[in-house]
């Protein structure tokens, strides 16, 4: 591989199909797409999310694209020093990759572990003078430290720090919101003229097939699919819906994740509150979402500020009313404000919630499909796959030949 000039492009991510993750299934878009004309070579680890799924990785179907496997440690439990522990191996093992064949290689596009991950793959880079964007899904360490009290603010300035100076190797980066791209900016001292804004994109051809009824058996129906994560925030949902003592209305939870079984136990407090647990397969998203009337987008205060969730696509495509708990000022809140699809409630407010999820339940049929038809219509606009994937194809190929604009200093 060595006699070869520069021509392959590079998708590092640290995870892929079959995975059923965002982070996955955006790695694999791109792949497909850039392969259509240029030579990609996919680089990832065993795959083993989500935790307890066996997956085995065939790659015998034809495709257009390498996938090379890198023997790499893997921690599908969320445990921080085997989390560490996994970021440090998968990006040493792209780092060898990247020496070992870097006559060969003219961009990469990274959308893996931060930290170390991150860390090794851009020296390794820079070394060989090869252009590298980087995918940033989520604002970290912050996202960790936040949740360690005063070790972890301890922590947190130190490891910002440790962040910024290997981010700052990318020739770009890429944020998955406006309120993203202005943290990191100020932050990592990182120039935003070299953040690019892409929003993650569901395919919303799954979802606009199936509008389904707006009436459930009869009951107003409030709904969360998603990762039930501490994140989600699904406690503050579940006691909001129990104080209402509403007989004509049920609450389905639809996912799995590791607060699921506290989840569980905190809604058989209220017993005469009908609140559903149901696993959902990935396929059946769309179908499964077609049966609420509200769909909920609840999360811990400050995280709507980094983050564009790739349900609100997802909720939208559906064509349904969404309530969401975040900050007003955020980019989902403005979402949801300028479409005119749904309600907004601080987050971790369970009284106001409660009160938010009564208007909903009063609100006329009619008025919920035309917020839904709202949503989908700002979605298709702003999230579609289209417009998302054509905007992060487009930057890695002007990077890859050199016509990006770079602002360096």
């Known amino acids: 591989m060595g006699m070869e000039s520069k021509n392959r492009i590079v998708i590092v991510s640290c995870v892929f199909p079959p995975e059923p993750l965002v982070s996955a299934r955006i790695s694999e878009a791109i792949a497909e797409r850039l392969s259509k004309d240029m030579d990609v070579v996919v680089l990832c680890p065993a795959p083993t999310r989500p935790v307890g799924r066996l997956w085995s990785r065939d790659t015998s179907e034809y495709l257009n694209y390498e996938v090379v496997t890198l023997d790499s440690y893997t921690c599908p439990e969320s445990k921080i020093f085997g989390r560490f522990k996994e970021s440090y191996s998968f990006g040493k093992a ?33 070394k060989y003078d090869i252009p590298c964007i980087v995918h940033i899904q989520d604002l970290y360490p912050e996202s960790l430290t936040s949740k360690l009290g005063i070790i972890g603010r301890a922590a947190n300035e130190m490891l910002v720090k ?5 981010m700052r190797k990318a020739r770009k980066l890429i944020a998955i ?49 998603g990762n039930i994560n501490p994140t989600a925030n699904i406690p503050t949902v579940i006691h909001a819906f129990g104080r209402l003592g509403n007989k004509d209305s049920r609450l389905i939870i639809a996912g799995s994740g590791a607060e ?19 696993d959902v397969l990935p396929d059946e998203v769309p179908s499964v979402q077609s049966q609420a009337d509200v769909l909920l987008l609840p999360l811990l205060k400050g995280i ?6 790739s349900k609100l696509p997802a909720y939208m495509f559906s064509a349904k009313p969404v309530l ?30 409660s009160k938010i999820m009564e208007k909903c339940i009063g609100t006329p ?5 035309e917020m839904g038809d709202k949503g989908k219509a700002f979605g298709i606009k702003k999230f579609s796959t289209e417009v998302n994937l054509g905007k992060i194809c487009n930057l890695i190929k002007n990077l890859s030949d050199g016509s990006e604009n770079i602002i360096t200093g």
Not at 260 to 278: G, L, Q, T, V, W
Not at 304 to 309: I, K
Not at 365 to 369: A, V
């Open 365 to 369: 049929r009619r008025q919920l499909l």
């Open 177 to 225: 919101s406006g309120d993203m791209k202005t943290a990191l900016a100020m932050t990592r001292n990182y120039s935003p003229d070299n953040i690019e804004v892409i929003y993650n994109w569901q395919d919303e051809r799954k979802f606009l097939k199936h509008r389904g009824p707006t009436d459930s058996g009869g009951k107003f129906t409030f709904m969360f699919l």
């Open 260 to 278: 699921k079984p506290k989840c569980m136990e905190i809604a058989s407090s209220y017993p005469e509150s009908e609140i559903i647990f149901r």
């Open 162 to 166: 440790f962040d910024a100076r290997h």
């Open 324 to 353: 969401a708990c975040v900050e007003a000022d955020s980019d989902v809140g403005r979402a949801i404000t300028e479409s005119e699809c749904g309600w907004i409630s601080e987050p971790e407010d369970i009284t106001a919630l």
């Open 304 to 309: 709507s500020r980094t983050a564009m969730p």
């Open 94 to 126: 792209v780092a060898r990759y990247v020496s070992d064949n870097h006559d060969s290689i003219k961009a990469i596009y990274a959308n893996t572990h931060p930290t170390f991950g991150q860390y090794l793959l851009l020296k390794a880079a820079e």
